[in-house]
């Protein structure tokens, strides 16, 4: 099978490398060419444009950061859409919110193609290691068949039925994920000011419900305030935050706690942190 990849960011060179370690044929395109040399010696081709990705490939995947990012790989002369043909393959794997998706959808399907969103829970070390939860929604055909290719990105796959379920559930995941880590800055933030150890806030807290990797990895961090490893930029933690905020509008879905992390993250990029890590959120609440 033949893949097109589209988008080498933090998440998208790591899985794109998998696919090329597993002995897939690979044509990458990205908008910076810089980021092509480590999987040209893996054995991947250069494309001249998404569109030429498309045209060349049996499934081609994106992975982009934002909406306006997915728009401006998909349309027009050059975009994925107009490289698409019958019986191709088009799986998004960019956060994105349902309308997106669903138009994504609808112009694969004008084509002839089938089309397949299939977001992910996982940051750059899951990227790397290929242990992605993948959450794919569309049409099950194109999902059945790239089984095999998703499963060189993923360790957990599940198929949510149509268009637009992916990406809810993307956001309702990245939610919850960002509520807890803007928790534990502010336990820690409390302890430290008590002052109480915080290496003991955080044996206490894996000892008991609370515990999981996430707070093993980035709690040492946060607690001794040093620079964070980028493995999930902020400014798209935010990015998240604000299409779950418009996603609850829609279906009246009051986010109380949400709305809140929300203005804290918008406080973290007027400051210059959202090419940081997300777990910087710490020290825009240690100076509240």
């Known amino acids: 099978m033949k893949i097109g990849f589209v988008g080498l960011g933090i998440m998208g060179s790591a899985m794109a490398s998998n696919l090329l370690k597993a002995g897939f044929k690979v044509t990458v395109w990205n908008r910076s060419a810089d980021k092509y040399s480590p999987l040209v010696a893996l054995g991947a081709t250069v494309a001249t444009s998404p569109r030429a990705a498309a045209e060349i490939s049996d499934v081609v995947i994106a992975m982009m950061a934002t909406p306006a990012a997915v728009l401006s790989v998909r349309d027009g002369a050059e975009g994925i859409i107009a490289g698409l043909s019958s019986g191709n393959g088009y799986v998004d794997m960019s956060t994105v919110d349902a309308d997106t998706s669903l138009e994504s959808y609808r112009l694969a399907h004008e084509k002839g193609a089938l089309f397949l969103e299939a977001p992910v829970a996982g940051s ?72 109480l150890d915080t290496a003991q806030l955080l044996e206490v807290l894996d000892s008991g419900a609370v515990a999981n990797p996430m707070f093993r990895l980035k709690g040492p961090q946060i607690a001794a305030n040093k620079e964070f490893p980028t493995a999930f930029p902020l400014k798209h933690m935010q990015k998240d935050l604000r299409l779950a905020l418009q996603l609850a509008e829609e279906v009246g879905q009051p986010l109380f706690v949400t709305a809140t992390i929300n203005e804290l993250y918008k406080k973290a990029l007027s400051e210059n942190h959202g090419d940081a890590d997300f777990a910087a959120i710490s020290r825009i609440i240690r100076n509240t």
């Open 124 to 195: 750059r070390k899951p990227a790397e290691d290929a242990t992605l939860t993948i959450m794919a929604a569309g049409d099950r055909e194109l999902y059945d068949s790239s089984l095999p290719v998703l499963e060189k990105m993923g360790k957990k796959l599940l198929f949510l039925g149509e268009t637009g379920k992916a990406s809810r559930m993307k956001l309702a995941n990245n939610l919850v994920m960002c509520g807890m880590l803007t928790a534990l800055c502010e336990g820690i933030s409390l302890a430290a000011g008590s002052g």
